[in-house]
């Protein structure tokens, strides 16, 4: 796929691990003007906001790598990779596979799919599940989560945003990118992000 540039914009990707198995959430963020230090601020800005309640959801046996954060203006451009140390998780409890995942949705102002954004948040233990269904109060804590690290990010001056690339089939280069207002856990069934499973 063809670089698309993103005007003023940062993809910020989280890495965490299980064993020998990783995955990734990523995330938009736009500054105008933005440098290095920018970035490295923002990414350890992010990395110390992680919540102890969201780790209460998380398997002990998953770990955090905190945020890198990629210029992507231009190809090639640079790119901030953190220095975090990790953390684990808090809970004793048996890991879902990374695949099983709390859907949570992003939106904007603008109505449409493309003005949408979607995160799979995996690592969380057995417990937080009963009978099929997501416990109310996980949900809840991975939306709050994902809410401070919007917060975060506007109190260093970054908008948390979605890239949209197509709009009714017309590819767009530049990306439009559009602040993000709110976020939901729409259902409590468990989102499946199948293409974990397929990782060596």
């Known amino acids: 796929m063809a670089f698309v540039a993103w005007p003023d914009g940062a993809m910020g990707i989280c890495q965490w691990s299980c064993g020998l198995g990783t995955w990734t959430n990523r995330l938009a963020f736009r500054k105008a003007g933005f440098n290095y230090d920018d970035m490295a601020v923002l990414s350890n800005s992010l990395n110390a906001g992680i919540r102890t309640s969201f780790k209460n959801l998380l398997a002990d046996t998953v770990t955090f790598y905190g945020w890198d954060i990629i ?36 939106r904007t102002p603008l109505r449409g799919r493309a003005f949408r954004g979607r995160q799979y948040v995996a690592g969380l233990a057995e417990d937080q599940i009963d009978a099929g269904i997501w416990d109310a109060a996980a949900t809840a804590e991975v939306a709050d989560q994902w809410g401070a690290w919007q917060e975060i990010a506007q109190n260093v001056g970054w908008d948390l945003c979605i890239p949209t690339t197509q709009i009714n089939k017309v590819p767009q280069s530049p990306a439009v990118l559009t602040t993000v207002t709110s976020m939901e856990v729409r259902s409590g069934i468990p989102a499946h992000q199948r293409r974990r499973d397929r990782r060596p």
Do not use: H
């Open 71 to 106: 210029d992507m203006r231009a190809f090639g451009a640079q790119a901030y990779i953190t220095a975090y140390g990790g953390a684990a998780g808090l809970n004793i409890n048996e890991v879902l596979p990374p695949s099983v995942c709390v859907g949570l949705t992003l």
